[in-house]
C-alpha cells in the first residue's frame, strides 16, 4: 500500500508576512524620528531668530541713544548756528561688523574673543535732516490751506509729472484732520509719515516718487538751503529757475550758507529765498538704523527733534524685522 498523502493548504508564507510588518515598523518609526527632528529644528531656529531679533532691538536703542547725543553735541557746540553738511550727524555710518565697531570704542569689545553673535552683526546708519525736504504740513496754515504752500508743491508736482488732483486730496485731507475734534468719527486720520498717505487715497507709487523731497512733520518749518536739494529749492522759491537752484547746491560745497542772505547775494533776485520760507537750520531729524545678524535685518528708524540747547527728544519710533529677500516694509512699535 502507499503512504498517505499530507492534504495541502494555501497559508502565506509566515516569512513574507514579518518581512512586511518590520519594513512598515521601520518606515514608522523612520517617520516619527523625521517629524521629532524637524520639530526640533523648527523650534531651534524660531528660537534663534527671536534672540537675533531682540539683540538687533536693544542694540539700536543704543545706536538711536548714540546718534541722539550726536546732535545734542552739535547744538551744544552750534558755533554759528547752522546745521550744514560738514558736520559729523551727516555722515553715513556704512555697515561694518558689531564687534570691530565696538572695539574702536576705547577696547570695549576684544575682537579676539569676539562671539558669534558679534561677529555675524553688521550695523549701519545715517542720520537725516528732514528740513533738507518740503514739509507737507505747510500747506495747511490759519484754519485754511496755505495757497504760497499750495503753489510751491504744485511745481514740484509738475516736475515729478504727478496729479495734481493727489496734491489737492492731501491737502483737504490735512486740513480736515487739523480741524476736526478728537471726538469725531468722520475725521480723516492724521498720518505721522509719508509713507502713511495710504490712508487718504494717495496711490503708492505716488508716494515713492515723492518720498525723496517731502516730508510730514508734526508742526510747519522752513527750508534749510544749507542741506536741500535743487530740486526742492527750485520748487519752494516760486520765481527761481532750476539753473540758480543748482548754482546754490554748488556754493555752499565749498562753503556751507551762514544767512539766508548770503544765499540770496548769489541770485540776480535775492527776494525770492525769503526768511519766512528758509532758513541756515534744523530742528527734525529722522535717525535710521539697520542691524543685520545671519539673516535676520532690522530696521528701525525715529523722528528726533533738536532744541537749542542741550535739548533732543525722540517723537516716534518705527521698527520692522524681515529676512533678507523680503519686502522692505516698517511696522509701528
Known amino acids: 500500500m502507499s503512504p498517505a498523502r499530507r492534504p495541502t493548504t494555501n497559508r502565506p508564507p509566515?516569512?513574507?508576512?514579518?518581512?512586511?510588518?518590520?519594513?512598515?515598523?521601520?518606515?514608522?518609526?523612520a517617520t516619527f524620528a523625521a517629524s521629532a527632528m524637524w520639530q526640533q529644528w523648527r523650534t531651534i531656529e524660531v528660537e534663534s531668530a527671536e534672540r537675533a531679533r531682540i539683540q538687533s532691538a536693544w542694540i539700536l536703542v543704543g545706536a538711536l541713544d548714540w546718534s541722539r547725543l550726536i546732535l545734542r553735541e552739535d547744538a551744544l557746540a552750534r558755533g554759528d548756528g547752522t546745521d550744514n553738511l560738514t558736520e559729523p550727524w551727516s555722515i553715513p555710518l556704512e555697515e561694518a561688523r558689531l564687534s570691530t565697531f565696538l572695539s574702536a570704542q576705547g577696547n570695549v569689545s576684544d575682537p579676539g574673543a569676539a562671539t558669534a553673535d558679534t561677529?555675524?552683526?553688521?550695523?549701519?546708519g545715517r542720520i537725516t535732516d528732514l528740513q533738507s525736504r518740503m514739509n507737507l504740513r505747510n500747506l495747511v496754515a490759519d484754519k485754511t490751506v496755505n495757497e504760497v504752500a499750495?503753489?510751491?508743491?504744485?511745481?514740484?508736482?509738475?516736475?515729478?509729472?504727478?496729479s495734481k488732483e493727489e496734491l489737492n486730496r492731501i491737502a483737504q485731507n490735512l486740513l480736515k484732520a487739523q480741524l476736526a475734534q478728537s471726538s469725531s468719527s468722520q475725521a480723516p486720520l492724521m498720518p505721522q509719515s509719508v509713507g502713511q498717505l495710504t490712508w487718504w487715497g494717495v496711490q503708492p507709487s505716488t508716494i515713492e516718487t515723492l518720498a525723496p523731497f517731502v516730508t510730514l512733520l508734526p508742526n510747519a518749518t522752513t527750508l534749510n538751503i544749507n542741506t536741500a536739494d535743487a530740486e526742492t529749492i527750485w520748487a519752494s522759491a516760486v520765481g527761481l529757475d532750476m539753473s540758480d537752484a543748482q548754482r546754490l547746491v554748488q556754493a555752499r560745497a565749498s562753503s556751507y550758507f551762514k544767512s539766508v542772505d548770503s544765499a540770496g547775494k548769489l541770485l540776480s533776485d535775492s527776494t525770492v529765498l525769503g526768511s519766512a520760507l528758509f532758513d541756515v537750520k534744523s530742528n527734525y531729524f529722522e535717525v535710521r538704523g539697520r542691524m543685520r545678524i545671519d539673516q535676520t535685518v532690522v530696521e528701525e528708524r525715529s523722528l528726533v527733534y533738536?532744541?537749542?540747547?542741550?535739548?533732543?527728544?525722540?517723537?516716534?519710533?518705527?521698527?520692522g524685522g524681515f529676512l533678507r529677500n523680503s519686502a522692505d516694509t516698517l511696522g509701528k512699535s
Open 306 to 319: 533738536k532744541q537749542r540747547g542741550s535739548n533732543t527728544r525722540t517723537l516716534w519710533r518705527e521698527r
Open 150 to 162: 499750495l503753489q510751491q508743491f504744485s511745481r514740484l508736482f509738475e516736475y515729478l509729472g504727478l
Open 119 to 124: 561677529e555675524n552683526a553688521f550695523l549701519s
Open 14 to 29: 509566515e516569512r513574507g508576512a514579518a518581512l512586511l510588518a518590520a519594513m512598515l515598523t521601520v518606515a514608522l518609526v
